[in-house]
């Protein structure tokens, strides 16, 4: 929980009313900006997304992930192992939605774009970088399947770690990182009476990125 200091420092960030001028026209800007103020706030897990997919029937579907990396050049990416569910709607249906959510600052962040997996290369480095811990925990989750019981999981998660014990723990083919190339982007800043800020960056032909204000 925040104590009131946090949250009056917090608050007092954010009460100047946004107007067009304010924002970056490059919306990866705006978005660096928005996340470095959530940081020097004291927001935990600023990077905790959720993540909208649907199945082939349309039903819709998220959850939270964590973002590790975001550039113009690369898009958002993430990571999880590719018999998720998740993993598999975005390989059947590309189309997928984003949200940040900093509810201190009453701010959210939402991203539209297509989700396109990222190459072996960088999903295998960025494996490396992580916790052996977790490198083994990658290798134990069958994740999305039917689980009997947990001892079941614990059990699996000993053996995979006998399995490697001494050795490097390699990238399973099953896990690796997806990149969401977005083609939108919006911003929306809380005020009172609902009397909201909101912003939409939309990528347009030229491949630069147009900006309207929005009825909140």
Known sequence: MFGLKAYIHAAGCVSK?????????????????????????????????????????GQPSQ??????????ERGLIFYTNYGSRKAQELDAHPQCALLFHQHILQRQ?????????????????????RPRSSQLGAWTSKQSEVLDQRDTFEQ?????????????????EFWGGFRI???????????AYRLHDRFVYSRNPTDTWDRVRLYP
């Open 17 to 57: 009313t946004l107007h067009m001028e304010d924002l970056s026209p490059d919306p990866f800007i705006q978005f660096d900006a928005w996340m470095k103020k959530a940081k020097k706030a004291g927001l935990p897990e600023i990077n905790a997304m959720a993540v909208c997919s649907v199945d082939p029937e």
């Open 181 to 191: 190339i977005p083609d939108q982007f919006e911003f929306w800043q809380g005020r």
């Open 156 to 172: 699996r998660f000993k053996e995979i770690s006998e399995r490697f014990k001494g050795k490097e723990v390699p990238c399973p």
């Open 63 to 72: 959850r939270m992930v964590l973002l590790k990396s975001i550039s113009p």
């Open 109 to 129: 962040i939402r991203v539209q774009g297509k989700a396109v997996r990222a190459s072996r290369e960088e999903s295998e480095a960025y494996f490396r970088s």
